[in-house]
């Protein structure tokens, strides 16, 4: 089904929406605001930006009156069109977390060494099929916010919720008047399917959990995800609840299949919880994505003291040592 590419879900918010991609997946930005706009996500570089003036210009505004560009964090899928929104809308102000300000000084670099570390293999798969971080270059914002900072945008403002964890600096935004949570990457990406989380290197389970089970309490009417299936109203709490249950699977999958062999490889245990949990990552995501979530997912039960890395071995395996009282959820 093709959807349209400007949909409004809302007075204040339209999605500006781009084609879909290798998983069926499509990268959106949101258009926010009555009289003055904010911009919050870009898509790809090269994929929607002129849709953003067009969506402006049928709300009978002008260039001018787009404000801000916020980021939720600085991912090819979600930044890559920023370079030319600058262009676009001269007047806007494009913004993002403080904790990414060493990240924009090298994004293209800084991102793959810090937030996923490819291996030789990953490289050379990378030198065959293009390098989606190659559409970031170095990059100043004007406004490096901090957790909790408002922007008023007319009769809304917009409220930052820092979100590490799926990695370090994603943020998602809030606004008061619609009660409208724009998620990000926080609850799912690709292709958007609540197992389809990613926790890159620089990210952390701990507090990844800590704030899906923040969004299952929070007072929201609508989510906006960076990536397909916006939720409103009864929708929003089940489906964030989803999302928390696919975690918790994966990791009883995880835990299962130690059971069952006692020393397994990370490549062994992608095998098999990807196997029993039916999930298949598209380009590029089938590189960036596994190996940092399983890692997320061994650190947490590493920390319980219920799983054992084994050093000396060759290559490094992983022992379920916790309680069999403690095995599943």
Request: glycine share 6%; proline share 4%.
């Amino acid at each position: 089904m093709i959807s349209e590419p400007i949909r409004k879900i809302h007075d204040n918010i339209t999605i500006i929406e781009g084609v879909s991609g290798d998983g069926g997946e499509r990268n959106r930005g949101y258009l926010v605001g009555k009289d003055s706009f904010a911009v919050i996500n870009t898509g790809r570089r090269g994929s929607i930006e002129n849709t953003f003036q067009e969506a402006v210009f049928n709300k009978g505004k002008d260039i001018k009156d787009v404000k801000y560009i916020f980021i939720t964090h600085p991912y090819p899928d979600v930044m890559g069109g920023v370079y030319r929104l600058k262009k676009q809308f001269p007047n806007a102000q494009v913004a993002i977390h403080e904790k990414c300000e060493e990240v924009l000084k090298d994004p293209k670099n800084v991102i793959k060494t810090k937030h996923f570390q490819f291996s030789r293999k990953e490289r050379l798969y990378f030198a065959v099929k293009k390098d989606p971080f190659d559409d970031l270059e170095k990059f100043k914002p004007d406004i490096y916010f901090k957790d909790g900072e408002k922007f008023d945008l007319g009769d809304t403002r917009l409220m930052v919720v820092n979100f590490d964890g799926n990695s370090y600096g994603h943020s998602m935004f809030f606004t008061t008047s619609e009660r409208s949570m724009f998620s990000g990457d926080a609850l799912n990406l690709y292709p958007a399917l609540p197992h389809s989380y990613l926790i890159d290197y620089s990210g952390n389970y701990k507090e990844w959990f800590k704030n899906i089970e923040f969004l299952e309490k929070a007072k929201i009417s609508m989510i906006c995800p960076a990536h397909d299936g916006y939720q409103e109203d009864r929708h929003v709490i089940p489906y964030i609840s989803y999302v928390k249950e696919a975690f918790l699977q994966f990791e009883n999958q995880l835990v299962m299949a130690m059971t069952e062999q006692k020393y397994l490889t990370i490549n062994d245990l992608i095998e098999r919880v990807h196997s029993s949990q039916g999930i298949v990552w598209y380009h590029p995501y089938s590189v960036l994505a596994p190996n940092t979530n399983m890692i997320a997912h061994l650190n947490k039960l590493i920390d319980n003291q219920k799983v054992q890395r084994n050093e000396k071995t060759d290559p490094i395996t992983y022992t379920y040592i916790g309680s069999k009282e403690d095995l599943f959820y």
